[in-house]
């Protein structure tokens, strides 16, 4: 789907991008890592046409810089800081579907999905959003679409637990028939969410990976936390991931998005002096569960046919 | 066509919004409830008095603020909104280049040119109010005419913000084009012409190539059509013009000096990095 061939940018001297040679397909959801000034937002650029470049760049075999509408038709954005736009939401929303022929009223829905109540904030200037909230637009514009491709820049990162998790089930949602690229300096930010990793450094892809996960984006894990004693900070932490605690505060339990596990033990390790018990079981869905016994099951037949004894 | 209008009208609903709109409007507006205020309509300059009068002194400060506030302002907002990343974003949704930078050009022109009209218009309806003629000959010039100086300086302000990376550079740039063209309204031509290194036919030339001293001759001849303030230089204006030649001229050469500058900055936006 995505074709870069020796890929290369200079600014006056500054070699950014430096002979990148990459094949994504449909499907693939990359993480696109790399210090500040590695070259990934130049390479982004790159992909959405903005910037002129040495070397060969095709989205399914259109140059995104020639066919610029027909290939950015396809192709969702979301930027790691939201533009300074004064213009009122709906305008925005309007505006950006009637570009790419998109329905406003989807748009509206998965703003809704993500806890965005679009009619509330519809006459309201997009810059005076709070952060999380023009996250959530911005989210909501670039899925709101038929796009084959989504380009993401940190677009997690403004987003409380919550609507991180919805967002993970509309990544899911669209992971048969999209191309995703989430781009962040940090791979534990998205590390869940993709099966490749292309590390890019001084303006080489240092590192391409394929990532083994068998946790699906839309999938949960239940957790149970039981604190040594009551602590406000502790309370506060589970409190925003929408767990909830037994009367004397010791005892906690929630859900954690599969794709956001990570982040939670990295949070819950700022905690650990308090921890004295933590468990966190995947919840199967019937299906799931099902094929699950059904494994076990033939483990025991198969145990039993060996001459072991099954309990 | 679909995508130039909704760039056009992006680009008008994010300008109705800004600070400079509103210091813009309130200045235009301001000047000509000055000019009724302290009875400009009842004072007589050059045989001038009523509206005529009024209109003769808004156009001449027009022309003082207009071409400043029209070349920062556009170059301020568009590479402002460059190093914002506004152009990263809203150029990474499926529009046109071509309907991305000449719709912005609409949207602004109606932007930059409502205010300055609107306040002229006011002054008829005051006028009409109060029962004072109406030289509709002169309304109707002068609004080519400032039609004409919003086109040539829009122009201008978007090849600046074309070339320059920066807001800083841009800022400068747009400064230092006013300036120029100041000089060369007087000081120079003046300097020059005192030396004598060149005919006067050069000099005034080179006037006439001056947008800013294109619109000042014009205006000076709609109530002095021979230009007797201008001195020799009316000669050489006049034998090569005509009155009503010159007219045309002063409305025809900003216009297309301003959408060939407009061109050229559509040619370098479309070949250059966008964001």
Known sequence: ?311 | MKQLWLTARLDIVESLRARWFMIYTGVFGGIVALLFLFGLTESRVLGFIGLSRLLVTYIQLTMAILPIFVLITTVRSVAGDREAGVFEYLLSLPVSLGAWFWGKILGRYLVVFAPVFVAMLAAVGIAMVKGIEIPWDMFGYYTALLAAMAACFLGLGMLISAVARSTDMAQGAAFMTWLVLLLFLDLILLGVMIQGRVAPEIAVGVALVNPLQVFRTAALALFDPQLIVLGPAAFVILDTFGVLGYKLFAIAYPTLLGLLAAGLGYFIFRRGDLP
Not at chain 1, 223 to 248: G, N, P, S, Y
């Open chain 1, 1 to 311: 789907m995505i074709r870069c061939e020796n890929l290369s940018k200079s600014f006056r001297r500054a070699r950014v991008l430096d002979g990148i040679n990459l094949d994504i397909a449909l499907g693939e959801r990359i993480a696109l890592i790399g210090s500040n000034g590695a070259g990934k937002t130049t390479l982004i650029r790159c992909l959405l046409g903005e910037y002129v470049h040495d070397g060969l760049v095709t989205i399914d075999g259109r140059s995104p810089r020639q066919e610029r509408t027909k290939v950015l038709g396809a192709i969702g954005f979301v930027p790691q800081l939201p533009p300074p736009l004064k213009m009122p939401v709906g305008q925005l929303i309007e505006f950006s579907a009637s570009l790419s022929g998109a329905d406003p009223r989807q748009i509206d829905a998965i703003a809704g999905r993500l806890g965005l109540a679009v009619d509330d904030i519809r006459a309201r200037p997009f810059i005076k959003l709070s952060g999380g909230m023009k996250q959530k637009l911005l989210i909501a514009i670039a899925l709101g679409r038929d796009a084959k491709l989504l380009i993401m820049d940190e677009p997690a990162a403004n987003l409380d637990p919550e609507a991180r998790k919805i967002f993970f089930d509309l990544l899911a949602e669209r992971q048969e028939s999209a191309t995703m690229i989430i781009s962040s300096h940090r791979i534990d930010e998205v590390a869940a969410l993709v099966n490749r990793v292309i590390e890019m450094d001084l303006g080489k892809v240092v590192l391409d990976d394929k990532v083994a996960d068998d946790v699906s984006l839309s999938g949960r894990f239940a957790c149970r936390l039981v604190a040594r004693r009551a602590d406000a900070a502790l309370a506060k932490a589970l409190t925003a991931w929408q767990f909830t605690a037994d009367t004397a505060g010791l005892v906690w339990q929630g859900e954690v998005a599969g794709p956001d596990r990570l982040r939670f033990i990295g949070m819950i390790s700022r905690y650990v002096a308090l921890i004295s018990d933590l468990n966190l079981a995947e919840i199967l869905g019937a299906d799931e569960a099902a094929a699950l016994q059904g494994g076990r099951a033939k483990d025991a037949l198969l145990a039993v046919a060996d001459g072991e004894t099954v309990q």
